[in-house]
């Protein structure tokens, strides 16, 4: 089984440009997670969804950023425009809620996009 | 937002060394994860745990849920090469559409052939 796929791997981008990232939970899963990674700050969550609708975006840090998921296999993570200060490795995380019973709520992670903003 | 206070921040540690590491909160949790991270990978989850004062192990790991429900901590056995990484505790808080998980900012771990 295909775990979390995420693309790019990596980005190097110039302040001012449009960025996206994008990401493929693993099948079934009916929760999906976006997050920052810094060194300052740790793991961030930014915002989640379930079943393709956004719960909570509290995390998003302002309007440059956005996401979107237009179905159950596919999300994305938008900076428009980028800063040097969005430079960071981006992490989207999957699970799925009938783990709950279970009180298990894995959080499966992708390998992550690290983000360069020049 | 808020955090677990994770500790040490970093380790440097000889091979077959133990390891200890903890998190701690001002508040309550109702589960504790540790999760790995190795470099240039997502977290990975080790070890959950679900009630206070529930001890667990996976392998070499042991991991424990405090009994005031504000701690937990992970100990690391004979420790090898393979076990450099960050690792990170989480602790879940609230239910339902509530519930969060809220992250600590991790230990660091160098094992030293």
């Known amino acids: 089984d295909a775990g979390v796929i995420q693309s790019p791997r990596h980005e190097v981008t110039e302040m001012g440009q449009e960025v996206t990232l994008r990401c493929k939970p693993i099948s079934g899963h009916d929760y999906l997670f976006w997050y920052r990674q810094t060194m300052m700050r740790g793991l961030e969550l930014l915002i989640y969804f379930n079943n393709n609708v956004p719960i909570d975006d509290s995390g998003m840090p302002e309007d440059r950023f956005s996401a979107k998921m237009p179905n159950a296999s596919f999300s994305t993570l938008k900076i428009q425009p980028s800063e040097p200060r969005d430079s960071a490795v981006y992490f989207c995380?999957?699970?799925?809620?009938?783990?709950?019973?279970?009180?298990?709520?894995?959080?499966?992670f992708g390998p992550g996009t690290r983000l360069t903003v020049l | 937002g808020q955090q677990l206070n994770q500790s040490p921040q970093s380790m440097f540690i000889q091979e077959g060394e133990d390891v200890s590491m903890n998190c701690t909160s001002s508040?309550?949790?109702?589960?504790w994860l540790w999760y790995k991270q190795d470099p240039g990978e997502g977290p990975v989850l080790l070890i959950a745990?679900?009630?206070a004062g529930e001890l667990t192990s996976n392998g070499r790991l042991t991991a424990q849920f405090g009994i005031t429900r504000k701690d937990s901590f992970l100990n690391i056995s004979a420790s090898i090469p393979s076990d450099v990484g960050i690792y990170f505790c989480?602790?879940?808080?609230?239910?339902?559409?509530?519930?969060?998980?809220?992250w600590g900012l991790g230990t660091s771990l160098a094992v030293n052939p």
């Open positions: 508040s309550i949790f109702n589960t």
């Open positions: 989480a602790g879940y808080r609230g239910a339902g559409n509530n519930r969060k998980l809220i």
């Open positions: 745990l679900y009630k």
């Open positions: 995380a999957s699970s799925f809620a009938g783990d709950r019973l279970a009180g298990i709520n894995e959080q499966f």
